[in-house]
């Protein structure tokens, strides 16, 4: 069984930093894509940014310019480098990868909060 941890969320003024991580772990032959979600509460769950095995990269208009998604292959692991934050990236932060391993489909970690304070 694969599973994905996340680390790195909490609470932060506007205009401050923080850098999730999430790593994969269980039997893998090989990460696609690995990407964030993000949901607030009363939201959807939204795509943040997303990341492919060759390192191209996609991120919501919301975010762009201010977060960086980047990810090491050989460490199975995704990051997300948020500057300068603001009230409205509050949220839970959701890291994905798709996964081809004993059992190949999309996997999900637990979640990890972000609060901004203004």
């Known amino acids: 069984q694969v599973q994905l941890v996340e680390s790195g969320g909490g609470l932060v003024q506007a205009g401050g930093s923080l850098r999730l991580s999430c790593r994969a772990s269980?039997?893998?032959?090989?990460?696609?894509?690995m990407g964030w979600y993000r949901q607030a509460p009363g939201n959807q769950r939204e795509l943040v940014a997303e990341i492919g095995s060759s390192g191209s990269t996609n991120y919501a208009d919301s975010v762009k310019g201010r977060f960086t998604n980047s990810r090491d292959n050989a460490k199975n692991t995704v990051y997300l480098q948020m500057n300068s934050l603001k009230p409205e990236d509050t949220a839970v932060y959701y890291c994905?990868?798709?996964?081809?391993?004993?059992?190949?489909?999309?996997?999900w970690g637990q979640g990890t909060q972000v609060t901004v304070s203004s």
């Open positions: 269980g039997i893998i032959f090989k990460i696609d894509a």
């Open positions: 994905d990868a798709d996964v081809y391993g004993e059992v190949s489909r999309t996997y």
